[in-house]
């Protein structure tokens, strides 16, 4: 069995003149931004945040994390768990951002 590196991949795929980098959307990057100066929040967690608000069939724990960044406090759960989504919403809520508690 021959096993390639994502590198040595790339190199042996065949070539694909037909192949466009997709034009992005201004409004998605307009809201990354927007949540990036309020906040503080670094350009991965405040993408991260803003996927997080739109993504549709979210658990629980998910939809919670977004309420609290728009309400302006996220209550994490007094659990391993919620120490875990804590952290997480410290990094996507940024500096500025809103209040964690847990």
């Given at each position: 069995?021959?096993?390639?590196?994502?590198?040595?991949a790339f190199h042996y795929a065949p070539p694909?003149?037909?192949?466009?980098?997709?034009?992005?959307?201004?409004?998605?990057?307009?809201?990354?931004?927007?949540?990036q100066q309020r906040t503080g929040a670094s350009?991965?967690?405040?993408?991260?945040?803003?996927?997080?608000?739109?993504?549709?069939?979210?658990?629980?724990?998910?939809?919670?994390?977004?309420?609290?960044?728009?309400?302006?406090?996220?209550?994490?759960?007094?659990?391993?768990?919620?120490?875990?989504?804590?952290?997480?919403?410290?990094?996507?809520?940024?500096?500025?951002?809103?209040?964690?508690?847990?």
């Open positions: 069995m021959l096993w390639l590196t994502e590198e040595e694909n003149d037909e192949e466009r980098p997709s034009p992005g959307d201004a409004s998605f990057a307009a809201a990354v931004s927007d949540w350009l991965g967690y405040a993408t991260i945040f803003r996927i997080l608000e739109v993504l549709t069939g979210a658990c629980a724990e998910v939809q919670a994390l977004v309420r609290g960044g728009s309400a302006g406090r996220d209550d994490a759960p007094a659990s391993a768990e919620g120490v875990w989504l804590a952290d997480l919403a410290r990094k996507l809520f940024g500096p500025n951002g809103p209040t964690v508690v847990g």
